[in-house]
């Protein structure tokens, strides 16, 4: 099956329709050529009501740390989104609710699949880390120890404004891993513009 189809099979996906408070709507972006896939959690609230990928400070943060501009961002030619959950699941206690369990199996591996010139996967959270790296410790520890991974994966804090504390505790990461993202980001970029 050709991507452009299996897209058309994910966005009429009514798998989990029933424990859905707002109903589905798949947010994907993909493209074959893409070199960058970008893996969240699930789309927020407002990515629902949009449709668009990180349409959020969630989304301006995580285009901060990769140096790209929105129109780079959602070339789905260069960048593919595929969040472990791909439509909203909800707010529970403490945020979001997370990934619906029933889309990665059904979805994630086909997807991938049609996928076939990522080099560089950015792992955005607990759930995305798990699925792709196997558990861990927690994630910062994960993400202290990205080198281990790199340069095909590249494992981070969800760029969501919960998280500022996270990062002030952990000044590291953007002093040493989001140098390192940036640049490999500016390498893919030069090779495609020559």
């Keep these: 099956m050709a991507l452009q189809?299996?897209?058309a099979e994910v966005r009429a996906c009514r798998i989990c329709e029933a424990q859905l408070p707002l109903g589905p709507r798949p947010v994907v972006q993909a493209d074959a050529s893409a070199r960058i896939l970008i893996v969240g959690q699930a789309p927020g609230l407002r990515v629902h009501e949009?449709?668009?990928?990180?349409?959020?400070?969630?989304?301006?943060?995580?285009?901060?740390?990769?140096?790209?501009?929105?129109?780079?961002?959602?070339?789905p030619r260069q960048v593919a989104i595929l969040p472990m959950g791909f439509c909203y699941p909800g707010r529970g206690r403490s945020g979001d609710n997370p990934p619906r369990p029933e889309c990665a199996p059904a979805w994630r591996q086909r997807l991938l699949d049609q996928l076939p010139n990522i080099e560089l996967t950015v792992l955005a959270g607990r759930y995305a880390q798990e699925w792709h790296l196997g558990k861990a410790v927690n994630l910062t520890e994960r993400v202290r120890n990205w080198r281990n991974v790199w340069p095909e994966y590249v494992p981070i804090p969800h760029p969501s404004p919960r998280n500022n504390l996270w990062l002030r505790r952990n000044p590291w990461f953007e002093q040493e891993l989001v140098p390192c993202l940036q640049q490999r980001v500016a390498q893919f970029r030069a090779e495609n513009s020559s």
């Design 5 to 7: 189809e299996l897209l």
């Design 50 to 75: 949009t449709g668009i990928p990180f349409n959020d400070p969630s989304g301006e943060r995580l285009r901060d740390w990769l140096g790209m501009t929105p129109e780079e961002f959602y070339d």
